[in-house]
């Protein structure tokens, strides 16, 4: 035999195993067979081990059977045993002559002569044993010692991740290890501490009544608890702050509220269910109904439904009190969970949690509103976590690359400490940057705004020091609400907006729906090709009653102050004739019924359709400040879905067709003294950033966590400099621009 073809062969084989269905415990069957019959052994056996340090016999070609998981080998008892503990290979041509030999009856392995035992084993941690025997006294050549190996090596993989071996042993001994799963970061931020399993859903067991009135009663009971409950905790002070995360726990708290929950939850008990079989019947259907309705709206509703049921079950079972409970939590608690709804985090004591780990879960869920606003590190989609932990292991979540590490050595926690610390000083180094002006060594004064759309990212105006808000993405209101939001309901929100931004300049973007922005509320057509279909001002001009409303809510919102509206795809300079006309007549229609009007009113177009780069003389002359939408204008220039993986980063906005584009714009803006700014998600990155600076950019608009990197880099910087060297790359139409900014960066010491 030679090593080569007989490991593809068992590799192949391996690999077909993994894909057919089955259990672990079947997989294992196979495994041991197909390692049998391509190494040409009588037997095949795998031994595990259990958490007591035994050695269980868990599948076998070619023993007996019967000895399957009631063969147990102590702790270095055997040869099996002895390569165990010793983590060692033996090969032995007369395994009963060895002094260590233990005979099992039961096995039925009398009649085998030579054996060959090697560790299956994971970051030098052993799992098991796997094992060859054959009736003839031989030694195991090389190729064959080899070719075991590895197979023990992958077999070693199939167990830690679950996929072999089945519920039990093979998933405790996985539990023992560390690993990492990858996931979605949710709630930005690192947290190290320990893993609490957020509490399994109660089981139902009786489930017809003994005494109805009596279930009647304790449903009564239990709906009441529930909703004096959800008060208490929705008014805690963590919770006090407006913000996004009040629209979510008022739909929660209005679900809990619903009439009709409530009467088929006791028309179910009427019919003879016990009150808990009445909210898992009532559930069961609620979701199927929910099912249906196959968007995230739904999906998360579904959430709350599950949240909201499960809670009033774990009443009616007597396990939920108070809000104000001692907290029997450890106090850096890593909350582990399959799913979660919003009001269950809030169950938690905030001051003692670090992170969250969901199963589920997406940066948009109620969940992870939720812990964006108390500020909880948060990954979803971490598929298998809650198999792969026990309460009290050590975790980190690593909320900025979406890795949670389970049970990490003391070097991946002393890393990940110097990192916290690490992004400490950089918070601090940033914090300590607040109140300088982006300056450029030569003396430039760049502008820098954050991207916001919420209300809880207006704090980061004040604590990152921007000048104001450069692009407010209105549409996430809408978004989040259940229905269209009334006039009064934005007249409040944007007002919000302004208090909070304190004085500084706020630009309010029209609604931006349609492409892939749903709102389930509203009838919208399905498209080919929605990024290019009817979205943004294109459904805002054909459907006037939707941008009038907004128009209106904003034009009172910023009574007395000054208004600046953004107006997002426009496609050709005359939209904005149309635009404004609209405008100037909503202002008439409040000034006509006694409101008092804006000091001024500013109408911006945003550039992202790559038509308006050949009539920006007509476009300026219609806008009182344009803002350069970057992720829409690079995909529709470079014909690439931005949210294509295969193609969405294939090309560089650093390379010279968009840059040219960019300078095109510059110079436009400045003839027609117009201001520009840039708002996607170029102006956060500070290489890009410092790109635009070279082609005369001096407004910047990003998400608040760039301000601090984008600053540092602009004091680093000579503005002359890089824009002369910017002119010669692209006169050049250089290669590879991004590197040579790069390296311009190093030789001139600019922190990027
Ligand atoms: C853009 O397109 O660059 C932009 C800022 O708008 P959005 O990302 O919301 O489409
Ligand atoms: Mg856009």
Redesign the pocket.
């Known amino acids: 035999m030679t090593s080569e073809p007989a490991l593809r062969v068992i590799m192949r084989r391996l690999r077909e195993i993994m894909s057919e269905p089955g259990d672990g415990q079947a997989r294992l069957d196979k495994i041991v067979k197909q390692i049998a019959g391509v190494m040409v052994a009588e037997v095949c056996s795998i031994y595990l081990k259990r958490q007591d340090g035994s050695l269980e016999l868990f599948a076998t070609e070619g023993l007996k059977i019967s000895a399957v998981h009631n063969t147990r080998m102590n702790r270095g008892e055997g040869l099996v045993g002895r390569s165990a503990e010793l983590n060692i290979t033996i090969n032995e041509p007369e395994a009963s002559s060895h002094p260590a030999f233990s005979y099992r009856p039961e096995t039925g392995e009398d009649i085998y002569h030579s054996l060959l035992a090697v560790p299956v084993q994971r970051s030098g941690q052993v799992l098991g044993v796997l094992v060859v025997q054959n009736r003839t006294p031989k030694e195991y050549s090389d190729e064959d010692v080899e070719v075991l190996q590895a197979t023990a090596m992958v077999v070693a993989e199939h167990i830690v991740s679950g996929a072999v071996a089945g519920a039990g042993t093979a998933i405790e001994l996985s539990k023992s290890m560390s690993s990492v799963i990858d996931g979605e970061a949710i709630s930005d931020g690192i947290a190290l501490g320990h893993v609490v399993l957020h509490e399994p859903r109660i089981v139902v067991e009786r489930l017809m009544a003994e005494d109805t009135d009596e279930d009647m009663e304790r449903l009564g009971t239990a709906i009441a608890a529930l909703r004096t409950h959800l008060d208490e905790m929705f008014d805690h002070e963590h919770l006090s702050a407006a913000g996004e995360h009040h629209d979510v726990l008022e739909a929660y708290r209005m679900f809990a509220h619903d009439k009709g929950w409530e009467r088929r939850l006791r028309e179910s008990v009427n019919g003879g269910l016990t009150a808990e079989a009445a909210v898992e019947r009532v559930q069961n259907s609620t979701r199927a109904r929910m099912l249906r309705q196959n968007d995230a709206y739904w999906r998360e509703r579904q959430r709350d439904l599950d949240d909201l049921s499960d809670r009033l079950l774990r009443i009616l079972a007597g396990r939920i009190t108070s809000a104000d409970e001692p907290s029997s939590l450890p106090s850096d608690a890593i909350l582990v969970a399959r799913t979660m709804g919003p009001a269950e985090l809030l169950d938690y004591d905030r001051k003692r949690l670090r992170g969250l780990v969901v199963e589920d879960g997406s940066a948009q869920s109620h969940v992870a509103i939720v812990a964006k606003a108390l500020g909880i590190a948060a990954v979803g989609q971490a598929r298998g976590v809650v198999e792969r932990v026990s309460a009290g292991d050590a975790a980190i979540v690593d909320a900025i690359t979406g890795e949670v590490h389970l049970r990490p050595s003391s070097d991946v926690i002393s890393a990940y400490s110097d990192k916290v610390r690490f992004l400490a000083r950089r918070q601090r180094q940033y914090r300590a940057l607040r109140d300088v002006p982006a300056l450029t060594t030569d003396g430039e004064r760049v502008s820098l705004h954050i ?1 916001a759309g919420l209300l809880v990212d207006m704090p980061h105006l004040k604590q990152s020091g921007a000048d104001g808000v450069g ?1 407010y ?1 209105t ?1 996430l209101l809408f978004m989040l609400s259940n229905t269209l939001p009334k006039l009064e309901r934005q007249v409040e929100s944007y007002r919000a907006v302004v208090a909070r931004a304190d004085g500084k300049p706020v630009i309010f ?1 029209t609604l ?1 729906i349609g ?1 892939d ?1 749903i709102l389930h509320y509203l009838r919208q057509p399905a498209e080919e090709n929605p990024a290019m279909g009817w979205r943004a001002v294109r459904m805002g001009l054909d459907r006037p009653a939707l941008l009038r409303t907004q128009i209106r809510a904003l034009l009172r919102a910023a009574a007395g102050a000054e208004l600046r509206v953004m107006i ?2 426009v496609s050709e300079a005359v939209e904005m004739d149309a635009v404004r006309a609209l405008v100037d007549k909503e202002r008439g229609i409040l000034l006509a019924k006694g409101y008092e009007s804006p000091k001024r009113v500013q109408l911006g177009a ?1 550039i ?1 359709v790559p038509g308006l780069l050949f009539e920006l003389d007509a476009l300026m002359k219609r806008s009182d400040f344009v ?9 529709f220039l470079f014909a690439a879905d ?1 949210t294509n993986a295969r193609v969405g980063s294939r090309y560089d906005p650093l390379s010279p067709a968009p840059l040219r584009a960019l300078k095109a714009l510059v110079k436009a803006a400045k003839k027609h003294n117009v201001p520009l700014t ?5 102006a956060g990155r500070p290489i890009e950033a410092l790109a635009l600076i070279g082609l005369g950019f001096r407004s910047l ?1 990003m998400s608040p966590a760039s301000i601090g990197p984008v600053k540092t880099m602009i004091l680093s910087t000579h503005a002359g400099r890089v824009s002369a060297h910017l002119e010669t790359l692209l006169r050049k139409s250089a290669p590879n621009i991004r590197e040579s900014l790069n390296n311009f960066a190093k030789s001139e010491s600019i922190e990027v």
């Open positions: 991207n692009l993405r549409e973007r931006d492409g922005k997002p795809m945003m992202e803002s350069v939408g970057s992720n829409d204008l690079m995909q931005r840039l708002c996607g998600e170029m608009s």
